[in-house]
């Protein structure tokens, strides 16, 4: 699977103007790769990610998946794109409250009406890979900030996506917990094949990444290849 962007441009509404959010942007994300974006708040990464996933269409430029064009897509088609071929995981986990851990995981297959048994072997695997296997069956309002954010991660991969789309995901977590948790994402990323982007601020995890850019309002600038810092240096 491979995600193409090319000279994407986004614009919003602010007043009487219009303010850039992406300007002529363009990458290609290929399977098993992960690419790291860093960026202050406000430079354009959420709209990155928004636009990857099919969430905001750009004002200009062409978005693909596999080769299928977004901009060619009914609302019906794109809701198919999203919930088969695409993973979320926000900054905010938006777990919903009356379920267990167990049933979050859960959810994703009844909508994809995958078979319950192989579910639930894939939902206790990703629980276990990012620990949370002792908490599958407490509700959201149990569990801590970084806790609820794993559990996000685990639910992104629930329906085994061709493209994953994460950010900010160590914002909640300790270092070892989000070495483990990137450490997860680049497994996964290998093994599935996905195309992997991954929106941070801790550069002490882009060595994990196979390819790292940085946003400044709304444009995107390629960085070398597996970067050899961390933020110590």
């Known amino acids: 699977m491979t995600l193409i962007l090319d000279t ?9 103007q219009r303010l850039t959010a992406l300007d002529r942007v363009s990458l290609q994300v290929g399977p098993g790769e992960i690419f790291a974006v860093t960026g ?4 354009g990464k959420s709209s990155l990610l928004a636009v990857a996933g099919a969430l905001i269409a750009p004002d200009s430029g062409t978005v693909s998946i596999d080769g299928i064009l977004l901009a060619g897509l009914d609302r019906a088609a794109l809701d198919r794109v999203r919930r088969e071929r695409i993973g979320f995981v926000f900054q905010q986990a ?3 409250p009356s379920l267990t851990v167990l049933d979050q995981l859960l959810l994703v297959s009844h909508l994809t009406r995958s078979p319950r048994e192989a579910a639930l072997d894939r939902a206790r695997w990703l629980l276990d890979r990012v620990g949370l296997t002792t908490k599958s069956g407490k509700r959201p309002h ?6 609820r954010q794993r559990v996000g991660i685990a639910r992104a991969l629930m ?11 160590t914002s909640a977590l300790d270092h070892d ?10 497994e996964v990323t290998v093994e599935q094949r996905t195309a992997t982007i991954v929106v941070t ?3 002490q995890y882009l060595p994990l990444a196979d390819r ?7 444009r995107l600038s390629l960085a070398p290849t597996r970067p050899e810092f961390s933020a110590a240096h």
């Open 94 to 96: 938006n777990l919903l």
């Open 40 to 43: 202050p708040s406000g430079s």
């Open 8 to 16: 994407v441009h986004l614009t919003y509404p602010d007043g009487e």
């Open 159 to 169: 329906g085994e996506p061709a493209l994953l789309l994460v950010d900010e995901p």
């Open 212 to 218: 790292t850019a940085a946003m400044t309002d709304g």
């Open 142 to 147: 149990q569990l801590s900030g970084g806790e």
């Open 177 to 186: 917990r989000g070495h483990a948790v990137m450490q997860m994402l680049r």
């Open 201 to 203: 601020h801790d550069l």
